[in-house]
């Protein structure tokens, strides 16, 4: 007889921190069960807890923990393994069970529970296996009766939590906390859902809240059988037991976690919109893994083909080569394929060039290059009355961002949120210099970006425009995109679904542009995801103004899965600060909040130190880069591992990256990949770059260097706009505050915050 065998997930991260030698008899173990799961030698037998439970003989000190899950009609057994542990930490007590409201699978492992917390259960733990050459035990110690403290979860009954979804061997545990520690031990390995919850109403969310934002996006329909495996196994995310297993193992559990679906979002991924969806949330609500699985879900939607119907796009261009690296780990070859992955601006240039004749086309320059030439002509003009930036800021924002043509109509325009107010001879006189720049770049035969998405975003609606048009004529046949194999090309939306990631940064062109390349009469056309908090370039949008409306189809994700609570309650304070009241838009025409987000993880608070000069702060950053090298080049067993990728160095400017880097290969002989539009460049082992380059990226551990004041902010930037344009200095102090408070979110484990003189007025000391 063979079996066929699936891995929880939770075993999987079990598995990672085992050294090679267990993981070598554990690929031995899977072989051999997988042809003959009765061979004597696995020594299987029931747990006197829980009969569901078998324990299997891995190796010497190594059991496999098991139950079965049904045989299929050729009577292959289907068995899932929940564990993999020492013989020692093998207890009767273990539990499996389908939870009452995902209708998943759920192991309960209370060996992790602390041992006061257990005696006030009244349970006792019984080995599975007696201690070898185990002496007589010594009389049982007299204890001092403990102080009587009031149960954390106090207001709460056990009803209550079993509704919430809370694993039936936790709740009675759950109700006897007496403090935050015990919890963490408690929820330390426990199901997903009992994790969220219980952590949810402990941190003071109300029962309504835990339920419409943790318990209902993961509930069933209707009530599961609990006593159906078979069918609670299809629910549940397992890792199929196969010669790839091997290859999984070693990627190691950072990687795995990158691509890893939350259960809470899963919902948000699978779910059919009839329109435009919009999905926000803080750092590490896994805004972008969720791309990524809504992606995917669309694609393995797909009628069969060889065109490209979905589009992921972002930003920038070394976060869209994070996404491709990503995606290809999650979906198969054939259907990544079938993925436009671009960043926005190579969209916008791939449309013009395809609507310019040979020769015409433009080179786009970036925005400071612009701005130097608007210095240069004011300069010639001797007009001092218009600062540089606010012009050059003007013609992006309003002018390029509603598309206007004429100086009639910008008499006419809106400016919300521009700050100064212009009067109808001053906007006059900005259209006349507006007007002589534009012509200066065009004899230069350069354009920016930002002309570059506006023209990109014409060519765009004009021809959603013909399409519309030709429908109403019943010209086309099909009003989804078709394949191109016939040699019959018809005009057609380019794509059926847009994902973007990182949708706080784009221009209104873009918008634009992005609006017209889908159907907009199809269902899933376009799902965003961002955090207003996190916009670092100043382009606001309100979606609905530009033709995309998200009313009735946006979600918030709360729960961070990569940020711990110890480095979050500092990078809230940077964006929300106690001393002022910081506003931020929704991508529409409200306004968003982080009320509510918090962080299931735990980990050690984060480092701020002060240095006297620059070079003393660098020779402390190769200290700490060093110890975190050490920490990170072994696992728990003393087996090798690369730490390479995992911990970077973020910086406010160019000019200190390459200081950076410089002082960490002469002094410390520590080799640096600089984070550039493309990605690292090199395969140095620690990552370098400007806080811009880190957009969407995370690392296990992370040093913010050079956060003094007068860096960040820059004060001959932030300062001059204190008196004479009061809004436009709350702008960019929020630019300042998004900046930082991306920075200190990319560490998943560590976080060290380091400055010289004096610290910037924006770190939560």
């Known amino acids: 007889m063979t079996a066929r065998l699936s891995l929880y997930r939770?075993?999987?991260?079990?598995?990672?921190?085992?050294?090679?030698?267990?993981?070598?008899?554990?690929?031995?173990?899977?072989?051999?069960?997988?042809?003959?799961?009765?061979?004597?030698?696995?020594?299987?037998?029931?747990?006197?807890?829980?009969?569901?439970?078998?324990?299997?003989?891995?190796?010497?000190?190594?059991?496999?923990?098991?139950?079965?899950?049904?045989?299929?009609?050729?009577?292959?057994?289907?068995?899932?393994?929940?564990?993999?542990?020492?013989?020692?930490?093998?207890?009767?007590?273990?539990?499996?069970?389908?939870?009452?409201?995902?209708?998943?699978?759920?192991?309960?492992?209370?060996?992790?529970?602390?041992?006061?917390?257990?005696?006030?259960?009244?349970?006792?733990?019984?080995?599975?296996?007696?201690?070898?050459?185990?002496?007589?035990?010594?009389?049982?110690?007299?204890?001092?009766?403990?102080?009587?403290?009031?149960?954390?979860?106090?207001?709460?009954?056990?009803?209550q939590l079993r509704e919430l979804g809370v694993a039936e061997p936790l709740i009675e545990l759950a109700l006897t906390l007496t403090t935050s520690a015990e919890l963490d031990q408690l929820l330390e390995g426990a199901p997903l859902l009992s994790k969220d919850v219980l952590y949810g109403l402990a941190s003071g969310m109300d029962i309504g809240e835990v339920r419409k934002e943790?318990?209902?996006?993961?509930?069933?329909?209707?009530?599961?059988?609990?006593?159906?495996?078979?069918?609670?196994?299809?629910?549940?995310?397992?890792?199929?037991?196969?010669?790839?297993?091997?290859?999984?193992?070693?990627?190691?559990?950072?990687?795995?976690?990158?691509?890893?679906?939350?259960?809470?979002?899963?919902?948000?991924?699978?779910?059919?919109?009839?329109?435009?969806?919009?999905?926000?949330?803080?750092?590490?609500?896994?805004?972008?893994?969720?791309?990524?699985?809504?992606?995917?879900?669309?694609?393995?939607?797909?009628?069969?083909?060889?065109n490209k119907p979905i589009l992921l796009t972002t930003f920038t261009k070394n976060l869209t080569t994070d996404l491709r690296l990503r995606l290809a780990s999650l979906i198969e070859p054939e259907l990544l394929a079938r993925?436009?992955?671009?960043?926005?601006?190579?969209?916008?240039?791939?449309?013009?060039?395809?609507?310019?004749?040979?020769?015409?086309?433009?080179?786009?320059?970036?925005?400071?290059?612009?701005?130097?030439?608007?210095?240069?002509?004011?300069?010639?003009?001797?007009?001092?009355?218009?600062?540089?930036?606010?012009?050059?800021?003007?013609?992006?924002?309003?002018?390029?961002?509603?598309?206007?043509?004429?100086?009639?109509?910008?008499?006419?325009?809106?400016?919300?949120?521009?700050?100064?107010?212009?009067?109808?001879?001053?906007?006059?006189?900005v259209w006349k210099l507006i007007d002589q720049f534009t012509a200066r770049l065009d004899q230069l035969g350069v354009e920016t970006w930002g002309q570059a998405a506006e023209r990109a975003a014409r060519f765009e609606i004009e021809r959603a425009a013909k399409i519309q048009d030709r429908r109403q004529a019943n010209v086309d046949k099909d009003p989804v995109q078709g394949d191109d194999s016939s040699g019959m090309r018809y005009l057609g939306y380019r794509y059926r679904h847009i994902v973007v990631d990182e949708a706080q940064d784009l221009r209104p062109a873009h918008w634009k542009m992005l609006r017209a390349m889908a159907d907009p009469d199809l269902p899933n056309d376009m799902f965003i995801l961002g955090d207003t908090h996190q916009r670092i370039y100043d382009h606001q949008v309100a979606l609905s103004v530009l033709g995309i409306n998200i009313r009735g189809r946006a979600a918030r994700l709360t729960l961070s899965y990569r940020t711990t609570r110890e480095i979050l309650a500092k990078a809230l304070r940077i964006v929300n600060p106690k001393s002022a009241e910081v506003s931020y838009d929704d991508l529409d025409e409200h306004t968003d909040t982080l009320a509510g987000y918090r962080s299931v993880l735990h980990g050690p608070k984060p480092d701020f130190v002060q240095y006297d000069t620059w070079d003393a702060e660098l020779a402390g950053l190769a200290a700490t880069l060093n110890t975190w090298r050490k920490e990170l080049s072994t696992d728990n067993h003393g087996a090798s591992l690369d730490p390479s990728g995992r911990i970077a160095v973020c910086v406010a400017d160019r000019d200190m990256v390459i200081e950076t880097i410089n002082y960490l290969a002469t002094k410390a002989g520590i080799t640096c990949a600089e984070l550039a539009k493309d990605g690292p460049k090199g395969d140095g082992e620690v990552h370098v770059g400007t806080m811009h380059r880190f957009k969407g990226l995370e690392y296990q551990r992370l040093a913010v260097v050079g956060a003094s004041d007068g860096i960040i902010p820059r004060t001959n930037v932030i300062q001059r706009y204190h008196t004479e344009d009061p809004l436009r200095y709350e702008r960019e102090q929020r630019k300042a505050r998004s900046l930082l408070f991306v920075a200190t979110t990319r560490a998943r484990d560590a976080l060290t915050v380091s400055w010289h003189g004096m610290p910037s007025p924006y770190l939560p000391l």
């Open 339 to 429: 993925i436009d992955i671009a960043h926005i601006d190579q969209l916008a240039a791939r449309v013009l060039g395809e609507n310019t004749a040979p020769g015409r086309a433009k080179q786009r320059v970036y925005d400071h290059l612009a701005l130097n030439e608007m210095r240069r002509l004011l300069a010639e003009l001797d007009d001092r009355r218009w600062d540089p930036e606010f012009l050059l800021e003007e013609w992006e924002q309003v002018i390029l961002g509603q598309s206007i043509p004429t100086r009639s109509e910008y008499f006419k325009a809106r400016r919300a949120g521009r700050g100064r107010a212009l009067t109808r001879p001053e906007r006059n006189h």
């Open 214 to 306: 943790i318990t209902t996006p993961v509930e069933l329909d209707q009530r599961p059988d609990l006593d159906d495996f078979t069918t609670a196994l299809a629910r549940t995310k397992v890792t199929t037991v196969d010669d790839d297993l091997r290859y999984i193992l070693e990627e190691g559990d950072f990687r795995a976690w990158k691509v890893f679906l939350h259960p809470t979002q899963e919902r948000l991924v699978q779910r059919h919109y009839n329109g435009p969806a919009r999905a926000s949330g803080g750092p590490g609500t896994g805004k972008t893994i969720v791309a990524l699985h809504r992606v995917k879900h669309l694609a393995e939607q797909l009628p069969p083909g060889r």
């Open 10 to 159: 939770k075993a999987e991260q079990e598995l990672y921190k085992l050294d090679r030698s267990v993981k070598s008899q554990f690929y031995d173990f899977c072989h051999d069960f997988r042809n003959n799961p009765d061979l004597p030698g696995f020594r299987k037998k029931k747990l006197k807890g829980d009969s569901r439970i078998w324990s299997a003989r891995v190796g010497h000190d190594h059991r496999a923990l098991l139950t079965p899950t049904g045989v299929d009609t050729d009577g292959t057994q289907s068995w899932l393994i929940i564990a993999v542990r020492h013989r020692k930490d093998v207890y009767e007590e273990l539990q499996v069970a389908v939870n009452r409201v995902t209708g998943e699978i759920e192991f309960v492992d209370l060996a992790v529970v602390g041992d006061s917390a257990l005696r006030r259960a009244g349970i006792t733990l019984t080995p599975t296996e007696p201690k070898r050459h185990a002496h007589k035990p010594a009389p049982a110690p007299v204890l001092k009766p403990e102080l009587a403290a009031p149960p954390l979860l106090a207001a709460y009954n056990a009803e």
